[in-house]
């Protein structure tokens, strides 16, 4: 069973967030937690110190446990694997506490929501943060919540290893879906991106691993271009996979610009 951890907190992007694993769950054999690290202050500033000032951080999240519990209770209707929010402790980085647990608790998979807002600083700060530049593993970023049947897009720069592979075969129902596999040659032209079908023998190795596991194979691909240019090739599909990106580089950028869920493989 594959235990999986949602980061939650009372808005809209953890609601798309839970509806999409619980759609993951119709296909995987998976546990659904939903985790909410409270943050003192994240609703305003303290009007004062000492004595008030800790009584007012106090229901501050007391006020965002409830709204917490009230949003998983109420999702729980639609998904019964869905289960009761686990309060992580206040005190220290939200980031770093969030990692601490999933590490101590062994979980296969995270997931966290974003609102897609076309800012690429948002999605910056995200990747370069210290949870996503050390996942102790695989995370899923939910953008919206498209049928299955659109596929799953890797991109990829060269060599997919096969450690990468595995750790993907661990998470997601190869059989349910078709996967393209887009090895991505970056340059700085910002003319139309060029698709070449013939040149993938660097992605057949994985590509062979991944149909020995039951998977289907739609199409196998070499595009060069801006991120820019390649941006209308990552904008349909149910799931994109890649690695880390490092934060502003060309993939992180191609990234930052669609508007897909994102599974990042540590």
């Given at each position: 069973?594959?235990?999986?951890?949602?980061?939650?907190?009372?808005?809209?992007?953890?609601?798309?967030?839970?509806?999409?694993?619980?759609?993951?769950?119709?296909?995987?054999?998976?546990?659904?937690?939903?985790?909410?690290?409270?943050?003192?202050?994240?609703?305003?500033?303290?009007?004062?110190?000492?004595?008030?000032?800790?009584?007012?951080?106090?229901?501050?999240?007391?006020?965002?446990?409830?709204?917490?519990?009230r949003m998983v209770r109420s999702e729980q209707a639609g998904c019964r694997m869905l289960e009761p929010p686990q309060f992580l402790p206040s005190e220290g980085d939200r980031e770093?506490?969030?990692?601490?647990?999933?590490?101590?608790?062994?979980?296969?998979?995270?997931?966290?929501?974003?609102?897609?807002?076309?800012?690429?600083?948002?999605?910056?700060?995200?990747?370069?943060?210290?949870?996503?530049?050390?996942?102790?593993?695989?995370?899923?970023?939910?953008?919206?919540?498209?049928?299955?049947?659109?596929?799953?897009?890797?991109?990829?720069?060269?060599?997919?290893?096969?450690?990468?592979?595995?750790?993907?075969?661990?998470?997601?129902?190869?059989?349910?879906?078709?996967?393209?596999?887009?090895?991505?040659?970056?340059?700085?032209?910002?003319?139309?991106?060029?698709?070449?079908?013939?040149?993938?023998?660097?992605?057949?190795?994985?590509?062979?691993?991944?149909?020995?596991?039951?998977?289907?194979?739609?199409?196998?691909?070499?595009?060069?271009?801006?991120?820019?240019?390649?941006?209308?090739?990552?904008?349909?599909?149910?799931?994109?996979?890649?690695?880390?990106?490092?934060?502003?580089?060309?993939?992180?950028?191609?990234?930052?610009?669609s508007p897909c869920s994102l599974l990042f493989l540590p």
């Open positions: 069973m594959l235990k999986t951890a949602i980061a939650v907190d009372a808005n809209l992007a953890s609601r798309i967030a839970i509806r999409y694993a619980c759609r993951l769950g119709r296909s995987l054999d998976m546990s659904i937690g939903t985790i909410h690290a409270p943050e003192p202050g994240e609703e305003g500033s303290a009007i004062a110190t000492g004595w008030v000032r800790r009584t007012w951080e106090d229901a501050v999240v007391r006020d965002s446990m409830d709204q917490v519990v770093d506490r969030i990692a601490q647990h999933l590490r101590s608790s062994h979980f296969g998979l995270f997931m966290e929501g974003l609102l897609h807002r076309f800012k690429p600083e948002r999605f910056m700060d995200k990747i370069g943060s210290r949870l996503y530049r050390a996942l102790p593993c695989p995370a899923l970023v939910v953008q919206n919540v498209p049928s299955m049947s659109k596929g799953v897009l890797w991109l990829a720069q060269g060599k997919i290893p096969k450690e990468t592979v595995e750790k993907f075969l661990a998470v997601f129902p190869v059989q349910s879906v078709e996967l393209s596999l887009l090895n991505c040659r970056f340059g700085h032209k910002s003319s139309a991106a060029k698709k070449d079908s013939s040149t993938n023998s660097e992605l057949e190795p994985a590509a062979s691993l991944i149909q020995n596991a039951g998977g289907i194979i739609k199409e196998i691909s070499t595009v060069q271009g801006s991120p820019s240019s390649m941006a209308a090739l990552a904008r349909d599909a149910f799931l994109i996979v890649s690695p880390v990106p490092p934060a502003k580089g060309p993939m992180a950028r191609l990234l930052s610009r």
